[in-house]
T-cell receptor
Framework: EAGVAQSPRYKIIEKRQSVAFWCNPI?????LYWYQQILGQGPKLLIQ????????DSQLPKDRFSAERLKGVDSTLKIQPAKLEDSAVYLC??????????????FGPGTRLLVL | AQSVTQLGSHVSVSEGALVLLRCNYS??????LFWYVQYPNQGLQLLLK??????LVKGINGFEAEFKKSETSFHLTKPSAHMSDAAEYFC???????????FGQGTRLTINP
């Protein structure tokens, strides 16, 4: 079974530029998550989708971050314009069941973003 | 609100020694608890999870963790460390009705030969 795919793996941009990350979850997984992991910290949830609807985006900086999950499959996360503090690893995860709290989340390898 | 505290950002043990990584949680309702491992330049991989079925949970690679409600703890242990265990370990909590995971800050485990 293929895992969660993410691209690109690395990205370097200058502040005020825009950037987009792509995620393809495990086939059949209804729930998709985007996490931000700043160096030395644990991942922090940015947004959670169930199929193509948003469940939780309470920690997404909506003035600069946006995300979509068209057709309930793959997803893109965009930052525009980027700030220095956005330098982090962006992790995508997916899980099979809807609304099951103990469901295992499967993580992709992440996209490492450096904003100069 | 849920929170997780991992005691010790960096733990170093000798190969063959006991591994003990500490995790304490704060939750207003009975939680679900997870331990994930992250190897360099990789995503997180589930080691084990507590879902109220049994307080002693066995996971992959010889790891286990014990849920202690009275101590609000979920410490991770392994009897004998192996060089391949060197990685970052994250404890996480979720609550009934919320799939959102709240992670601790992580503990970097180093194994000395």
């Amino acid at each position: 079974e293929a895992g969660v795919a993410q691209s690109p793996r690395y990205k370097i941009i200058e502040k005020r530029q825009s950037v987009a990350f792509w995620c393809n979850p495990i086939s059949g997984h209804a729930t998709l998550y985007w996490y931000q992991q700043i160096l030395g910290q644990g991942p922090k949830l940015l947004i959670q989708f169930q199929n193509n609807g948003v469940v939780d985006d309470s920690q997404l900086p909506k003035d600069r971050f946006s995300a979509e999950r068209l057709k309930g499959v793959d997803s893109t996360l965009k930052i525009q314009p980027a700030k220095l503090e956005d330098s982090a690893v962006y992790l995508c995860a997916s899980s099979f069941e809807l609304g099951i709290s103990q469901e295992t989340q499967y993580f992709g390898p992440g996209t490492r973003l450096l904003v100069l | 609100a849920q929170s997780v505290t991992q005691l010790g950002s960096h733990v170093s043990v000798s190969e063959g020694a006991l591994v003990l990584l500490r995790c304490n949680y704060s939750s207003s309702v009975p939680p679900y608890l997870f331990w994930y491992v992250q190897y360099p330049n990789q995503g997180l991989q589930l080691l084990l999870k507590y879902t109220s079925a049994a307080t002693l949970v066995k996971g992959i690679n010889g790891f286990e963790a014990e849920f202690k409600k009275s101590e609000t703890s979920f410490h991770l242990t392994k009897p004998s460390a192996h060089m391949s265990d060197a990685a970052e370990y994250f404890c996480a909590v979720s609550e009934l009705g919320a799939q959102k995971l709240v992670f601790g800050q992580g503990t970097r485990l180093t194994i000395n030969p």
